[in-house]
């Protein structure tokens, strides 16, 4: 991704669009007894899309203006989205494949995993919170709803992000003639044909 003011821009208003839809609308709606939880998707989105850099910043931003508009702990979330973001940038520029399955894999695995550490964290600060056997339904629907929304999220980033992205697909080339380009590398007078 190539991070120009513009592209900037639309980072920091998708940024900004996403943790209002989350904190307003997808943690008020609730589907078989849990609510959705789009922020770590988003994160591994990013990082798909950026690389571990843009990953990085971006789950930061994620985590502490998600932290800033809830009543959960102040940087609990910046450092696991941060993680998050650049697990999934690290695995893009390693030359990992990006497409539609690496991305539902990835949102349902960042989402189930930044669930489990956020839960461990807030138990060992001391927050008011508890982990139970009971939870466990919990985190595997949020998952499900992480893998379910990572596509629409993905389309969305991927085509408002656009100009700025870097195609990583090689031009096909023609195949190459061998016996041509040997004869072209062959001196003259050095062939078959000059021997008496």
Known sequence: MIITSNSAARIAGLILL?????VAFFSQVELLG??????PACAVIFGLLGGSLVGATVGFAFGFLG????DGPLGS???IFMAVGYLAGTYRERGGEVDRPTVMVAAGLATLGSNLLLGIY???????GYVSASLVPD????AFYGVLLAIPLYGLVRRVLRPALISESTP????????RWADELEPPGNGPEALP
């Open 77 to 79: 979330a910046c450092l």
């Open 139 to 142: 985190l595997i629907l949020q």
């Open 122 to 128: 807030t138990v060992l600060v001391g927050f008011d």
């Open 18 to 22: 996403f943790t209002i839809l989350q």
């Open 172 to 179: 096909r080339r023609r195949p190459v003639d061998i016996d």
């Open 34 to 39: 849990t609510s959705m939880w789009i922020l």
């Open 67 to 70: 932290d800033a508009l809830t």
